[in-house]
């Protein structure tokens, strides 16, 4: 479950972005801003988006984002605890 989870994460980080790498070139504990993807503030806007439509999910504030946002498996921890499900 998780693995899909965090597929569909990576699916839309390049999709929200329209970044021209493959999902496995994300990887999963860097850092999605400053010296890992190289994410900025205008895209955390876009992925804030993504990820309400598709997962149905809200980022309460710019802390919470900032740490939801620190890595691909930090977002995926952050989306299973808004959706109530238990950590793999």
């Known amino acids: 479950m998780a693995n899909s989870l965090k597929d569909k994460v990576k699916a839309l980080i390049i999709r929200r972005l ?3 790498i493959a ?17 900025d503030s205008i895209d955390a806007l ?14 309460e504030d710019e802390e919470v984002g900032r740490e ?5 498996n930090a977002l995926v921890r952050f989306i299973e605890s808004k959706q109530g499900i238990e950590p793999a």
């Not at 939801?68 to 691909?72: I, T």
């Open 18 to 20: 329209k970044l021209e």
């Open 46 to 59: 876009e992925l804030v988006v993504g990820l309400e439509k598709e997962f149905g999910i809200k980022i």
């Open 23 to 39: 999902p496995e070139e994300i990887e999963d504990d860097a850092p999605l801003f400053g010296a890992g993807l190289g994410l």
């Open 68 to 72: 939801a946002f620190a890595s691909v």
